[in-house]
């Protein structure tokens, strides 16, 4: 196969195709006299597999695990492959777990909003350390007030609803950056309902990546079977014809 045959199959480019070779993607192609790329099928199935992989890991995973694809065993690559679509079922978990937070936030907060706290009474009821709760206030995630001569913090109704939205949206494996955008809509009138949005865009994307990556199944079983010394090609003409997602 000629590189633009491979860019047709593909879905790439003939530049994206030399790329993805010079990146390590797919295997070297042979070089005939006349130096022209030689490609077969089985780089084919190492594009498309790619692509899955690329939209459910991130590129340089998806790099590196066709790498170590191309001379592991089956049952080493299915190892592989395995953990990634375990990696997405727990970040979905933990979005879910988020969810369930907000849905206690709004459903039990009369019982927590009645009364200050202290740091400490506050950590121990959420769960996490004095530390972590002082951190949030430099990040400008959770505001208590200033009491006594001590300057003791002191923890109002507002700052401990903040404190469990942070609880709940670090749970579900938001970053501080994230985090604080979040907190943001909670000063608006639909504070709650825009956090409870951005968790469900955040499962959305993680559908999509776990689609991608069964897109992908039949070419990593080609690229597996191919470095296991068996013919894959079946399994990955069992998506040839399906239209190929964005690059």
């Not at 340089?60 to 694809?69: C, D, F, K, P, S």
């Not at 079922?89 to 009369?110: C, N, T, W």
Request: charged share 30%.
């Amino acid at each position: 196969m000629r590189t633009t045959d491979v860019a047709r199959e593909s879905g790439y480019s003939a530049q994206q195709v030399r790329d993805l070779e010079r990146l390590g993607v797919i295997p070297p192609a042979v070089r005939s006299d006349n130096g022209y790329r030689s490609y077969t099928p089985l780089h084919v199935s190492a594009l498309r597999a790619y692509r899955g992989l690329a939209a459910a890991a991130e590129p340089v995973e998806a790099r590196r695990l066709l790498a170590e694809l191309r001379t592991a065993t089956v049952t080493e690559a299915a190892s592989a492959v395995d953990e990634v679509h375990a990696r997405l079922a727990r970040e979905r978990a933990e979005v879910l777990r988020a969810q369930r937070a907000l849905e206690g936030i709004q459903a039990e907060g009369a019982g927590w909003d009645d009364d200050f706290m202290t740091i400490t009474q506050l950590a121990q009821a959420l769960g996490v350390r004095s530390s972590t709760l002082r951190f949030w206030e430099e990040e400008g995630l959770v505001l208590p007030e200033r009491v006594t001569t001590l300057r003791a913090r002191r923890y109002g109704p507002a700052a401990i609803r903040a404190a469990r939205v942070v609880v709940a949206l670090r749970a579900g494996g938001y970053g501080i950056p994230a985090v604080r955008e979040v907190m943001a809509c909670l000063d608006g009138a639909d504070g709650l309902a825009d956090a409870r949005r951005i968790l469900r865009e955040r499962l959305d994307r993680i559908a999509a990546r776990s689609v991608a990556l069964l897109r992908a199944g039949a070419d990593l079983a080609a690229v597996v079977c191919a470095a296991d010394g068996t013919d894959g090609t079946d399994a990955a003409d069992a998506t040839r014809g399906t239209p190929d997602p964005p690059a």
